[in-house]
């Protein structure tokens, strides 16, 4: 059975750091990506790493302070985020897939974790 579990969020104030991390179990995945989702908008796209890791890609708003990486050995995926600002405030979710040219669209993800919340004061 695959399961995606979340860890890591938290309140912090703009400017600091938060690390999320996500395990997989079940199986190894060809991608795996981190969405959020904020109260009354669309889940949206945040990062995307490749098996190896030597492949990721941002979305705009992130990029420069964000990292995605992931540790095959334990089956882990981690987003590290810095210079936190408050629209950065949602709920991160997990995703893990086969990848592929649409990346960034929800449906491209067949296993999602049930999300970890990050809230970043002004």
């Known amino acids: 059975q695959v399961q995606l579990v979340e860890s890591g969020g938290g309140l912090v104030q703009a400017g600091g750091s938060l690390r999320l991390s996500c395990v997989a179990s079940?199986?190894?995945?060809?991608?795996m990506g981190w969405f959020r989702q904020a109260p009354g908008k669309e889940r949206e796209f945040v990062a995307v790493?490749?098996?190896?890791?030597?492949?990721?890609i941002y979305a705009d708003s992130v990029k420069g302070r964000f990292a995605i990486s992931r540790d095959n050995a334990k089956n882990t995926m981690y987003l590290q985020m810095n210079s936190l600002k408050p629209e950065d405030t949602a709920v991160y979710y997990c995703?893990?897939?086969?990848?592929?040219?649409?990346?960034?669209?929800?449906?491209?993800?067949?296993?999602w974790g049930q999300g970890t919340q990050v809230t970043v004061s002004s």
């Open positions: 995703a893990a897939g086969s990848g592929g040219r649409y990346y960034y669209r929800v449906p491209s993800y067949d296993y």
């Open positions: 079940g199986r190894t995945f060809n991608a």
């Open positions: 790493v490749s098996w190896s890791g030597g492949s990721t």
